[in-house]
Nanobody
Framework: QVQLEESGGGLVQAGGSLRLLCAAS????????MGWYRQAPGKQRELVAT??????NYADSVKGRFTISRDNVKNTVYLQMNSLRTEDTAVYYC??????????????WGQGTQVTVAS
């Protein structure tokens, strides 16, 4: 089993920055992809950014403002968020797609961290 621990959310003024962190722990697993999703009140969960094998993918709404990065040694994924806007306010969820020792594919979610951007 894989556990995800998120940190870094909080309250920030519009135009400010935050950095989210998600660390994966467990035994005998191989991470295929890591990413961040978000869910604002009354809205569906949406993709923010993903990274796999050195390739990154971003939602159009965050391109040029957010940067996703990954530390393969620490099994950690980061999301640097700059030039934050009020519409970025949401609960941000870490997501990893991983393969077990037996070759089964899994999809795991973090508990979520609140990001609030004040005007």
């Amino acid at each position: 089993q894989v556990q995800l621990e998120e940190s870094g959310g909080g309250l920030v003024q519009a135009g400010g920055s935050l950095r989210l962190l998600c660390a994966a722990s467990g035994s005998s697993f191989s991470i295929n992809a890591m990413g961040w999703y978000r869910q604002a009140p009354g809205k569906q969960r949406e993709l923010v950014a993903t990274v796999s094998s050195g390739n990154s993918n971003y939602a159009d709404s965050v391109k040029g403002r957010f940067t996703i990065s990954r530390d393969n040694v620490k099994n950690t994924v980061y999301l640097q968020m700059n030039s934050l806007r009020t519409e970025d306010t949401a609960v941000y969820y870490c997501n990893i797609k991983w393969t077990s020792r037996n070759g089964f594919l899994y999809n795991s979610w973090g508990q979520g961290t609140q990001v609030t951007v004040a005007s």
